[in-house]
């Protein structure tokens, strides 16, 4: 069987979006290649070495048919980003040493972002004889500039040139939306472009009526504690008159979080921390409305929660702008609030009410969702490009 490798800066046990994307990915290839995939050892979103890996510099493992081998970096999620760029650096030091020391395939996966780990990746496996797929879900840098992350300087213009040479030392590019396809046509028209979505690769469960012991409506919030999201903001702004919020999920603002519900006991935000992912689901059943929160519109970015509510049948409060707004009003999946606006947001929160969240409302969400989002026919058409 042909071998495959896959690159990236998160796998499991890892949590998050990129984790969960790149795992079912090589899942999914592995019917049709020996997969390999190279990731750091476990640190994300603690920025501390997992502990069942501490003390190790490399780990190679046999996990549900997939090779993983994982290589040091020096873990941190330090603010500071001249310790973020020693971490990245570190990592893509690693990739090198691994280079030199494995047999590369002859077709290889490469994660985009970080950017500087693609490039390392793009700029040393170079070759006629080698197909390099980039694998791009956030447009690093344009992004972390309007995130506030970045600034519009030399350094700025440094990563746009990586940005580009990735894009252009491609043979297949693959993108999680519109978006980033557009916006790299743009730059080159080298590459073969190939829409590939986040969808997850869950059981459908069937959908029971949720008996709640209030009449608020019970908004959940799961996933990451960032800056992107914009949680401590939301807390501040949410008018709590007909809700309750509940909060699953770890990150950067983790500490600001539980210091904000301390000081604010009488608001009913009720923290549980990070949760096993198929605890989550089950847990997920509670509630009424799932919250889908940016703190500013991402150009390019189209939140991977959509496609797992849906699967999992839970209506959508999205606020984020962009592509994402698209697909949940293209496909009835839940409630929109212009990006930014808080005015607007709980003016469409109290005007849900307990009688909207019928269970053949779920139903049809969860079928939109196995028709619409489907991985496996997803993963048939990219075998077809690779």
Not at 15 to 34: C, F, T, V
Request: proline share 4%; net charge positive; with cysteine.
């Amino acid at each position: 069987m042909e071998e495959l490798m896959i690159i990236t800066s998160y796998f499991p046990p890892e949590i998050g979006a990129a984790s969960n994307r790149i795992y079912h990915l090589a899942e999914g290839l592995r019917s049709s290649y020996k997969v390999r995939v190279v990731t750091p050892l476990p640190n994300y979103p603690t920025g501390k070495i997992f502990s069942e890996y501490k003390g190790k510099y490399k780990s190679k493992t046999l996990e549900n048919g997939i090779e993983v081998n994982r290589i040091w970096l020096y873990a941190s999620k330090s603010k500071n980003k001249f310790v973020r760029l020693f971490a990245m650096l570190s990592y893509s030091i690693s990739i090198i040493w691994f280079f030199t020391c494995n047999k590369i395939p002859k077709k290889v996966i490469v994660q985009s972002p970080p950017l500087l780990v693609a490039f390392t990746c793009m700029f040393f496996l170079r070759s006629k004889k080698r197909k390099l797929i980039l694998n791009v879900s956030d447009l690093w840098p344009s992004a972390g500039l309007e995130l506030g992350a970045l600034k519009n300087n030399f350094s700025y213009s440094v990563l746009k040139k990586l940005e580009r040479f990735n894009y252009k030392n491609a043979d297949l590019i693959l993108g999680q939306s519109n978006e980033i396809l557009s916006h790299i046509e743009q730059i080159t028209k080298k590459p073969e472009l190939f829409l590939y979505r986040n969808y997850p690769n869950i059981p459908v469960n069937n959908i029971s009526e949720n008996h709640s012991d209030t009449k608020k409506i019970k908004i959940v919030y799961a996933g990451l504690l960032g800056v992107a999201q914009g949680i401590l903001k939301l807390f501040e702004n949410l008018d709590y008159d007909n809700i309750e919020l509940h909060i699953y999920g770890s990150g950067a603002e983790e500490e600001d979080v539980k210091s904000y519900i301390e000081t604010n006991k009488e608001l009913p935000i009720f923290f549980y921390g990070r949760v096993d992912r198929s605890v989550l689901h089950q847990e997920l059943k509670k509630y009424d409305v799932a919250i889908i929160p940016l703190l500013n519109r991402i150009y390019g970015s189209v939140p991977s929660k959509i496609f797992e509510y849906a699967k999992l049948g839970l209506p959508m409060l999205y606020f984020g702008g962009g592509e994402g707004e698209s697909v949940i009003s293209k496909h009835k999946l839940g409630w929109i609030a212009e990006a930014g606006n808080y005015t607007e947001l709980n003016s469409i929160i109290n005007s849900i009410k307990k009688s909207d969240i019928t269970i053949e409302r779920k139903k049809a969400i969860q079928a939109t969702a196995c028709t619409s989002f489907d991985l496996n026919a997803q993963l048939n058409g990219l075998k077809g490009k690779i």
